[in-house]
C-alpha cells in the first residue's frame, strides 16, 4: 500500500492566517492526490482533486500543489469555518489510501 | 442534487455479518463516469477505503482488509450494499457511502469521491 504521511499533525492559527499542510506520499502518486475536510460528527468534504484542482463550490482561499510524493494544501486568509480535520487522499494505487489528518484549530 | 444515505443496524454481535445500505437519490446510479465507495473510520481515527464498484459490475476491495466484506448494487433501487462477515469489536466504526467521480485532466482519468453519506454508526458487541 501506499503510505500517506501528513504533517503537522494538528495546527492552530489565526484567523486571517496563511496556513500550510503538508502530505508526503512514500512513493509517486503522480497528481493523483485529493484533500478532503471532515468537521466534527460530519462526513468528509471535497475541496481539492487532481492535487489543484478546486471542487465546485469550495472557496478560493483554498489551494493544493505538488506532484509526485510532495503535497501540499494551501489555505490563504484562514476563516473560522475553516477549522476541522482534513486528509489528504491517494487514488493512483490500489487501495486508496488516506493520511492520518491534521486537525486545524482557530485560535 | 444528489444525495446518499447508509441504513443498518446499529449494533452487531461479535461473528455476525454486518449488512449495510446506501440508498441514493437525486441521481442515476449508472453515469459513465462514476462508481460508488465504502469508507470507514473508527471513533476518534482516520478513514479507511473498503472499496469501490461500478455499475458494469467491477469491484475493487482493499487487499490491505481481510477478505470479510462483499458490496453488491441494485441499479433497479438506486441502491448499494456492504456485508462484513464475522465482525469483531475492531470493526466498530462509523461507515460512509460515497459516490466517486472521475475528471479527464490533461490526458489522465482523475478519481475522487465529491458525495458522501452522513455516515452510520456500527457498534460490534455482545
Known amino acids: 500500500d501506499i503510505q500517506m504521511t501528513q504533517s503537522p499533525s494538528s495546527l492552530s492559527a489565526s484567523v486571517g492566517d496563511r496556513v500550510t499542510i503538508t502530505c508526503r506520499a512514500s512513493q509517486s502518486t503522480n497528481t493523483y492526490l485529493n484533500w478532503y475536510q471532515q468537521k466534527p460528527g460530519k462526513a468528509p468534504k471535497l475541496l481539492i482533486y487532481?492535487?489543484?484542482s478546486l471542487h465546485s463550490g469550495v472557496p478560493s482561499r483554498f489551494s493544493g500543489s505538488g506532484s509526485g510524493t510532495d503535497f501540499t494544501l494551501t489555505i490563504n486568509g484562514l476563516e473560522p469555518e475553516d477549522f476541522g480535520t482534513y486528509y489528504c487522499q491517494q487514488s493512483f494505487g490500489n487501495p486508496d489510501t488516506f493520511g492520518q489528518g491534521t486537525k486545524l484549530e482557530i485560535k | 442534487q444528489v444525495q446518499l444515505q447508509e441504513s443498518g443496524p446499529g449494533l452487531v454481535k461479535p461473528s455476525q455479518t454486518l449488512s449495510l445500505t446506501c440508498t441514493v437519490s437525486g441521481d442515476s446510479m449508472s453515469s459513465r463516469d462514476t462508481y460508488w465507495s465504502w469508507i470507514r473510520q473508527p471513533a476518534g481515527k482516520g478513514l479507511e477505503w473498503i472499496g469501490r464498484m461500478y455499475t458494469s459490475g467491477s469491484i475493487s476491495y482493499n487487499p490491505s482488509l481481510e477478505s470479510r466484506f462483499t458490496m453488491s448494487i441494485d441499479t433497479s433501487r438506486n441502491q448499494f450494499s456492504l456485508k462484513l462477515s464475522s465482525v469483531t469489536a475492531a470493526d466498530t466504526a462509523v461507515y460512509y457511502c460515497a459516490r466517486g467521480s472521475s475528471k479527464y485532466i490533461w490526458g489522465r482519468d482523475y478519481y475522487f469521491l465529491d458525495v458522501w453519506g452522513k455516515g452510520t454508526t456500527v457498534t460490534v458487541s455482545s
Open positions: 487532481a492535487a489543484s
